[in-house]
């Protein structure tokens, strides 16, 4: 089954579509899903309704399927305590990011759908109560009682453009907050570098499509929740598009939380990163965790190696290249795992972290 790529325009339909649903209904259970320790099934009461929100791998939707739900962890008792039977006031995406966050009249619930899309409640002054997943980057820190700090990112909000005087596509996709399909779809049609900035501008600064979407197929299957010329539109809409996909797993892989000190080399082509996950899909541990990095991260390694592949063509050398990355590992911490650029294989070389078992 092919995979879902999401991105920060889907977020947006994310929080159009649950504030237009969800905001003044109550939260009640909150469930691990039985096949996931770390997917939710959130049941939420509203006067005319009662509905599940399944929270999954990155995706916030509404089911219409029963997904079976497990014992509660101590997470998923700490979250109902706290929220039990509170009405949700209001759901917003933080930053055009890959962030929704939930108020209700004493906390935050946050939904970071990156990464190893975790799950954060907070009081009002963003002191944290309770985390799915503890992480430490340079910048910031997920853990009880630590202040909850917002993703940093330096790039640019496609809808509020303001500089179009851009010298190449990779500069678009390192500087602009957007999908790199997307911008490679826009170069394929017109290769104008000032069209197709001014193009992105007036796509995030489109409504969102509410009843269908827009198909992009390329490695992964990518949605997109406004109007983007000659690409396919679907006449349904993106929430029934996860559900459906979801629900029709043959089977959903228990993923553990934590790291241990070990670690994997990983190595991403400079000339063409090969991210065909199905070659990983043996059953064997190194592969499976090669490819869940690869999905978590997935389009930063894309950013990273256009950016990488760029600054060679200009004459920098490799040395040169891995001490400017290093010295931006405080913004970006997966800059910190790059062990070398090998140019004799043209290959860029990680050190990941290895799963718990």
Same mark, same amino acid.
């Given at each position: 089954m092919e995979k879902i790529?999401?991105?920060?325009?889907?977020?947006?339909?994310f929080e159009r579509n649950l504030d237009n649903t969800l905001t003044n209904a109550y939260i009640q259970k909150i469930q691990p899903l039985e096949k996931n320790e770390?997917? *939710?099934?959130?049941k939420i009461k509203s006067k005319d309704t009662n509905r599940d929100l399944i929270v999954y791998n990155g995706f916030l939707f509404l089911t219409k399927?029963?997904?079976?739900?497990?014992?509660?962890?101590?997470?998923?008792?700490?979250?109902?305590?706290?929220?039990?039977?509170?009405?949700?006031?209001?759901?917003?995406?933080?930053?055009?990011?890959?962030?929704?966050?939930?108020?209700?009249?004493?906390?935050?619930?946050?939904?970071?759908?990156?990464? /190893?899309?975790?799950?954060? !409640?907070?009081? @009002?002054?963003?002191?944290?109560?309770?985390?799915?997943?503890?992480?430490?980057?340079?910048?910031?820190?997920?853990? =009880?009682?630590k202040e909850y700090v917002f993703p940093s990112n330096n790039k640019e909000n496609p809808a509020k453009i303001t500089n179009f005087n851009f010298c190449s596509i990779?500069?678009?996709?390192?500087? !602009?907050?957007?999908?790199?399909?997307?911008?490679? /779809?826009?170069?394929?049609?017109?290769?104008? !570098?000032?069209?197709? =900035?001014? @193009?992105?501008?007036?796509?995030?600064?489109?409504?969102?499509?509410?009843d269908n979407c827009i198909l992009l197929k390329n490695k992964k299957?990518?949605?997109?929740n406004v109007k983007v010329d000659n690409l396919e539109v679907i006449k349904t809409s993106f929430n029934d598009i996860i559900d459906k996909y979801i629900n029709s797993l043959d089977s959903i892989v228990l993923e553990k939380k934590g790291v241990n000190k070990k670690s994997l080399e990983l190595e991403i082509t400079i000339k063409k990163m090969d991210l065909k996950l199905e070659d990983f899909k043996q059953n064997i541990?190194?592969?499976?965790?090669?490819?869940?990095?690869?999905?978590?991260?997935?389009?930063f390694l894309e950013e990273l190696r256009l950016t990488i592949l760029q600054a060679l063509k200009k004459g920098n050398k490799?040395?040169?290249?891995?001490?400017?990355? @290093?010295?931006?590992?405080?913004?970006?911490?997966? *800059?910190?795992?790059i062990i070398k650029i090998d140019m004799k294989n043209k290959k860029i070389i990680f050190s990941i972290p290895q799963l718990q078992q």
């Open positions: 790529l999401l991105n920060n325009l889907n977020v947006k339909y770390n997917a *939710l099934k959130i399927y029963n997904y079976k739900t497990s014992k509660k962890t101590g997470f998923c008792k700490n979250l109902e305590k706290q929220l039990g039977n509170e009405k949700i006031l209001k759901i917003e995406q933080k930053n055009f990011e890959k962030v929704i966050v939930f108020e209700t009249r004493n906390n935050f619930l946050i939904f970071e759908l990156f990464s /190893h899309n975790n799950i954060i !409640l907070t009081n @009002k002054n963003y002191k944290i109560i309770a985390s799915q997943i503890r992480e430490k980057w340079a910048d910031r820190e997920i853990g =009880t009682n990779s500069e678009i996709i390192s500087k !602009l907050n957007v999908p790199p399909s997307l911008v490679e /779809h826009l170069a394929k049609e017109a290769p104008d !570098l000032n069209n197709i =900035t001014k @193009k992105i501008k007036k796509i995030y600064n489109s409504p969102i499509i509410m299957l990518e949605y997109f541990k190194e592969g499976s965790e090669k490819a869940k990095w690869i999905e978590a991260n997935y389009d490799p040395d040169q290249i891995l001490k400017i990355l @290093k010295t931006k590992g405080k913004n970006y911490p997966l *800059l910190q795992n």
